[in-house]
């Protein structure tokens, strides 16, 4: 058998790539029982004429993202625009939620910076913590950043449509081709220009997932209220502070994240969508 890497999933078959060639495989009939084959799985497969291939078998998954479902990726860049489409700040929390909760290493790329005079936006999160590289495919800047960001690494790029994912890409490896987007003049936001899930391999050893774009981001499950703090870095440390052990920092007194926001030490729009977030978690949990 071979082993490799499923770069891409598409009409039933699954595309693997171990060095330079390239295998259009289908699973046996038995692991089609046990489970979905998902973009960045490593697998073993037996070869058959004319580069095609039956999987065999399935390696341990690293890490694994339902939405986009991608596996073994170790590294989240998420991409927001600094203006059309405006940056939704309650959606990019919840991104970062996700990467957080997965384990992945998170870079923020704030986008079109060349459309702005300026913006607060990145200063925020530079004050959480989380690195960031500001980025603009009209000028240029960032983008040899971005390049060495995703060098030696397994990325998933995400955010919503029309931030640009597509072209910054086009722009680190010029002569991937990827479709571009234009921006919907009447509804201020980005046309679906990727259709399916792909693993991209660039020239400076780094791996790339392209995905479609979001305008939502479901919440991930197993969080209970007392958990949620621990995915928000920039409070974490704070918590242990708290007069009560298990505060949820929502409306018991002595909170000591409640006392960082009231004297800007933590950002006040951070907060708010951490309880809104709260709030969605323990309404969960009443249901089940």
């Known amino acids: 058998m071979i082993k490799g890497v499923v770069f891409k ?19 046996r009939g038995t692991l089609r029982k046990k489970g979905q084959v998902f973009v960045g799985d490593k697998v073993a497969f037996l070869p058959q004429e004319e580069h095609t291939g ?24 998420i991409i927001f625009s600094l203006t059309q489409p405006k940056p939704n700040l309650f959606l990019l929390d919840r991104f970062l939620l996700q990467a957080e909760v997965v384990g992945l290493k998170t870079l923020i790329c704030f986008n079109k910076i060349d459309l702005v005079e300026s913006s607060n936006v990145p200063q925020i999160y530079e004050t959480v913590g989380y690195p960031l590289i500001i980025t603009s495919t009209k000028t240029g800047q960032g983008i040899n950043e971005l390049s060495s960001a995703l060098k030696d690494n397994i990325s998933v790029l995400a955010g919503p ?4 994912k597509s ?12 479709k571009t987007g234009e921006i919907s003049t009447k509804l201020k936001a980005g046309k679906h220009t990727t259709r399916h899930v792909e693993l991209l391999r660039l020239e400076n050893g780094g791996l790339v997932v392209d995905t ?21 870095p920039d409070f974490n440390d704070l918590s242990a502070n708290c007069r009560f052990s298990g505060c ?3 409306r018991e007194p002595g ?27 323990i309404k969960r949990e009443r249901r089940y």
């Open 212 to 232: 479609p774009g979001f305008s939502n981001l479901y919440l991930p499950e197993g969080i209970n209220g007392t958990d949620l703090v621990y995915y928000f």
């Open 255 to 281: 909170c000591a994240v409640k006392e960082a926001v009231q004297d800007g030490r933590i950002i006040a729009s951070r907060y708010e969508h951490y309880i809104i977030l709260l709030n969605e978690v």
């Open 248 to 250: 949820l920092h929502n």
């Open 161 to 164: 449509s029309g931030v640009g």
């Open 54 to 77: 039956v999987i065999e078998k399935i390696e341990p998954r690293e890490t694994q993202l339902m939405r986009p479902p991608v596996v073994n990726v170790n590294q989240a860049v």
């Open 167 to 178: 072209s910054l890409l086009n722009a680190v490896q010029p002569g991937l081709s990827l």
């Open 9 to 27: 999933a598409l009409g039933g078959y699954y595309f693997v790539r171990t060095g330079n060639d390239e295998y259009r495989c289908y699973l």
